[in-house]
């Protein structure tokens, strides 16, 4: 049987509780310093690790007690307007008879979860009556599951920007330097998790009643596969990155080859006109006695930016 109970006081903490068999998980949302009180007296954690639980800047890391396991976890929501993944933290307090959860709010796989276990007396047997090990490690699971948007969003994207890349005319380098900032931000997240399930599984086994050995193997291989995943994306990138720079490079130098082609024809013109502008009648027509002198000019004038631009096709500079 299940019992939930949400007073006043839990209410306001934004405490959920279920209990099933001899097991209560309690889950925190956008938890503040006021839990702090309530944590320490009826759990007596240490106050070093609840201090950490609710700061939103701690690397992930698992501590193990007499008593309890802590342990801090990291995951990662895609912000559309900024198109960059924002790392959230939540954590888990593990003991023989309970688990602890806080997280934020936009976690919403923990909420989904626990909203599932608390309608569904089946889910509540599953999950609840093999420990607090097992039940974690269901948490582990939906959470992660609930990454792989997130993974694809990203896979989506890379392909997209291929198009753009390899189009001359296009700018693709803010896109790029979006992207290759995600990937950082997600490799940050995951990778350190991969490290932190390896160490979590030694240590919660004896919280769990069954071998959680199988469990955590399936955890581990898809962690595996999304390390691989950001690891084969990053070429990627790079790639594209090397191809937009020369690209880039390609129509930097087009331009100034065009550049090099008015400056083989204006030069000539402004040296020549120059020198001689004073037999040219610039505000009337030309007289007959600058007739000669103005198509000698001319003359000068073509034959020298036509030697200029055939020299610079020679040296391959346009």
Known sequence: MAVSANTPEKKQLNIKTITFGDLTWVDITDPTEDITKYLTEKYNFHPMDIEDALSLRQLSKVEEYPTYIFAIFHLLKYNKATKVSIRKQWSAFLGDKYLV??????????????????????????????????????????????????????????????????????????????????????????????????????KIKRFSKIDLTVYFSDLMDHMNKICETLDETTDIIEV???????????????????????????????????????????????????????????????????????FLRRKHLI
């Open 240 to 310: 594209y990155k090397d191809a937009d720079y020369l690209l880039s490079s390609y129509r930097a130098n087009r331009g100034i080859r065009v550049l090099e082609v008015m400056l083989a024809i204006l030069l000539p013109l402004v040296i020549v006109f120059g020198l001689y502008g004073m037999y040219i009648t610039f505000f009337g027509s030309v007289t007959k006695e600058s007739t000669g002198i103005y198509l000698g000019l001319i003359a000068i004038f073509v034959v020298f930016s036509g030697g200029v631009i055939a």
């Open 101 to 202: 959860t806080l997280h934020p709010i936009e976690l919403t796989a923990l909420d989904e979860f626990f909203h599932e276990c608390e309608l569904n007396e089946d889910d509540r047997n599953e999950y609840f009556s093999q420990g607090s090990g097992y039940l974690l490690y269901q948490i582990l699971d939906r959470a992660l599951d609930s990454y792989f948007p997130v993974l694809d969003k990203i896979m989506n994207l890379t392909d997209a920007i291929e198009d753009n890349v390899f189009n001359v005319g296009v700018e693709a380098a803010q896109e790029l330097s979006s992207l290759r900032r995600d990937i950082i931000t997600q490799r940050r997240v995951m990778f350190p998790t991969r490290t932190l399930l390896t160490e979590l599984e030694k």
